[in-house]
């Protein structure tokens, strides 16, 4: 069955601090696609990154990194030098298309407080 | 923005009535899909529509029941509310590709119902 756990509920920093959310996966399939959404206190979930799972390259977008590990099953988010509109929750989510109806399997969710 | 709109943004229902959510996808899109998603928790798959059918369906009861038209809008209908239905309903539009394959899922601003 497909999973994903962010162990981390909350987390705060100061600005311009760095930090790393965790995400961890759980799947039988050898094709699957990882994602970060980024929620907002308005609510609409924020598309940030998509990962293949025959793509382990890292990737980085301005102070955004991700690091994609199949060994460990982890697909970890980094903000850089944190600034307070960083301050959301972030979701990490699962897709494979083997499952009917592509669902997303969600994680619960970091919540993350940037302090200025 | 993601060009998803969801109508009403929110509502207030009393126990044993029923609601419908409205959801315009993103232009070029073919898929739609609805979430769940209560308090501190990540979104929970409700079904998905392609080409007007339900092509799959998380663990919601039948009287969760959506609708999808000709341009791709789509409905979903809860029948007598109860408590717990209490959330944030996410309506996110995808493009389903030939073989299945399903792109990037992009999330309205979502409807807040509140049961009484």
């Known amino acids: 069955a497909q999973k994903v756990t962010q162990a981390q509920t909350e987390i705060s920093v100061v600005e311009k601090e760095d930090v790393t959310l965790d995400c961890v996966y759980e799947?039988?399939?050898?094709?699957?696609?990882l994602f970060w959404y980024k929620q907002p206190p308005s609510g609409e979930l924020v598309f940030l990154i998509r990962?293949?799972?025959?793509?382990?390259q890292n990737e980085i977008s301005g102070r955004y990194s991700w690091n994609f590990q199949k060994s460990t099953s982890s697909f970890n988010f980094t903000i850089t030098a944190s600034q307070v509109v960083d301050s959301a929750v972030y979701f990490c989510a699962l897709s494979d298309p083997s499952n009917t109806g592509n669902q997303f399997y969600f994680g619960t969710g970091t919540s993350l407080t940037v302090i200025p | 923005e993601t060009g998803v709109t969801q109508s009403p943004t929110h509502l207030i229902k009393t126990r044993g009535q029923q609601v419908t959510l409205r959801c315009s996808s993103q232009?070029?899109?073919?898929?739609v899909s609805w979430y769940q998603q209560a308090l501190g928790q990540g979104p929970q798959f409700i079904f998905q529509?392609?080409?007007?059918?339900?092509?799959g369906r998380g663990n919601f009861p039948p009287r969760f029941s959506g609708l999808q038209f000709p341009n791709y809008s789509s409905e979903l209908n809860v029948n007598a509310l109860e408590l717990d239905d209490s959330a944030l309903y996410l309506c996110?539009?995808?493009?389903?590709?030939?073989?299945?394959?399903?792109?990037?899922?992009?999330f309205g601003p979502g409807t807040r119902l509140l049961v009484l």
């Open positions: 232009s070029g899109h073919n898929t």
């Open positions: 990962r293949n799972s025959f793509d382990e």
């Open positions: 799947t039988r399939d050898t094709t699957y696609y």
């Open positions: 996110a539009s995808s493009i389903r590709l030939a073989g299945g394959l399903q792109e990037t899922q992009y």
């Open positions: 529509y392609y080409r007007e059918e339900e092509n």
